[in-house]
T-cell receptor, first 113, second 110 residues
Framework: ETGVTQSPTHLIKTRGQQVTLRCSSQSGHNTVSWYQQALGQGPQFIFQYYREEENGRGNFPPRFSGLQFPNYSSELNVNALELDDSALYLC????????????FGPGTRLTVT | GQSLEQPSEVTAVEGAIVQINCTYQTSGFYGLSWYQQHDGGAPTFLSYNALDGLEETGRFSSFLSRSDSYGYLLLQELQMKDSASYFCAVLNTGFQKLVFGTGTRLLVSP
């Protein structure tokens, strides 16, 4: 069973640029969530996709957008990057049933300069 | 709104028992989860409580009191490898959004 994978592992971008992060969910999982984790903080919920539809969103501006594909893999897109977007971006997948265990990928470390 | 409070840091010695508390305020509560995260690593699932009471999984136990909006993670027979950050997280109703606390850094010394 393959776990959650994310690419790239590290990324450096300039303020104002756009970035796309990718996530492959664990086999059998139909729900993918994205989180932003700043240093020393807990993961902050960005949004969640269930069967290719966004069905929940946290307090993030519209320049954070995403997609989920028929194979349940997912993308996170961030436009007009700001310095504060520098963080670890985590993808997590799960099924829609209890115990709602999230399986996290290793994350993408994004640095905005 | 939603908020979760945990102690920022806890220290203990190998072999000891430590309890990490979590109080939460939220609307639409499904249950309380606990995750462990080592430095540079991804969070990994430890436990989930939907009902009041204690859930035991090996050296780790988790407790929930819904009426008190309170839970804790109990770690027994501490080992050096338990040094990590521990997050409580509330699972909300609706679209089952997981909201994390700010985390407790556990330092285990010899």
């Amino acid at each position: 069973e393959t776990g959650v994978t994310q690419s790239p592992t590290h990324l450096i971008k300039t303020r104002g640029q756009q970035v796309t992060l990718r996530c492959s969910s664990q086999s059998g999982h139909n729900t993918v969530s994205w989180y932003q984790q700043a240093l020393g903080q807990g993961p902050q919920f960005i949004f969640q996709y269930y069967r290719e539809e966004e069905n929940g969103r946290g307090n993030f501006p519209p320049r954070f957008s995403g997609l989920q594909f028929p194979n349940y893999s997912s993308e996170l897109n961030v436009n007009a990057l700001e310095l504060d977007d520098s963080a670890l971006y985590l993808c997590a997948s799960r099924t829609w049933d209890p115990p709602y265990e999230q399986y996290f990928g290793p994350g993408t470390r994004l640095t905005v300069t | 709104g939603q908020s979760l409070e945990q102690p920022s840091e806890v220290t203990a010695v190998e072999g000891a028992i430590v309890q990490i508390n979590c109080t939460y305020q939220t609307s639409g509560f499904y249950g309380l989860s606990w995750y462990q995260q080592h430095d540079g690593g991804a969070p990994t699932f430890l436990s989930y409580n939907a009902l009041d009471g204690l859930e035991e999984t090996g050296r780790f136990s988790s407790f929930l009191s819904r009426s008190d909006s309170y839970g804790y993670l109990l770690l027994q027979e501490l080992q050096m490898k338990d040094s990590a950050s521990y997050f409580c997280a509330v699972l909300n109703t609706g679209f089952q959004k997981l909201v994390f606390g700010t985390g407790t850094r556990l330092l285990v010394s010899p």
